[in-house]
C-alpha cells in the first residue's frame, strides 16, 4: 500500500510562487499517475495537475494551466507541484493521489495524502 506525504504549502501574497511536494513510500501495482487536487471550504474537491510516472505525460486544469508545472523524480519517489503567479483563489488545501486510470475524477484515485493548506493573500 502507498503511502502519500504533502509539503511546502504556506501563506503567499497575489503573484507570488511555491513549491509542493507528495512523497511516497512506494508504488503500488498499477499506479500509473499522480494527480494534485485542491478542496477549498464548503466546495467540492478540484482536480489540479497530473503526470503519469511512466512516460511523464502532463495534465493540467483550465485554472492553472499556463502558471503551474507538475514534475516527478522517479529515483525518489517524488512528485512536485511548482506553482506560480498565485491568485486569492487558489487558496485551497492541496492534495497528491495515485490512480490507476488516467483521469481527472477524484473518485477514481485509489490512495490519497492528508493535504497541504496554500493560502494566497490578496
Known amino acids: 500500500q502507498v503511502q502519500l506525504v504533502e509539503s511546502g504549502g504556506g501563506l503567499v501574497q497575489a503573484g507570488g510562487s511555491l513549491r509542493l511536494s507528495c512523497a511516497a513510500s512506494?508504488?503500488?501495482?498499477?499506479?500509473?499517475?499522480m494527480g494534485w487536487f485542491r478542496q477549498a471550504p464548503g466546495k467540492e474537491r478540484e482536480f489540479v495537475a497530473a503526470?503519469?510516472?511512466?512516460?511523464?505525460?502532463?495534465y493540467y486544469s483550465d485554472s492553472v494551466k499556463g502558471r503551474s508545472t507538475i514534475s516527478r523524480d522517479n529515483a525518489k519517489n517524488t512528485v512536485y507541484l511548482q506553482m506560480n503567479s498565485l491568485k486569492p483563489e487558489d487558496t485551497a488545501v492541496y492534495y497528491c493521489?495515485?490512480?490507476?486510470?488516467?483521469?481527472?475524477?477524484?473518485?477514481?484515485?485509489?490512495?490519497w495524502g492528508q493535504g497541504t493548506q496554500v493560502t494566497v493573500s490578496s
Open positions: 512506494g508504488r503500488t501495482a498499477g499506479s500509473i499517475i
Open positions: 503526470i503519469t510516472w511512466s512516460g511523464g505525460n502532463t
Open positions: 493521489a495515485a490512480a490507476t486510470v488516467v483521469t481527472p475524477v477524484a473518485a477514481a484515485y485509489n490512495y
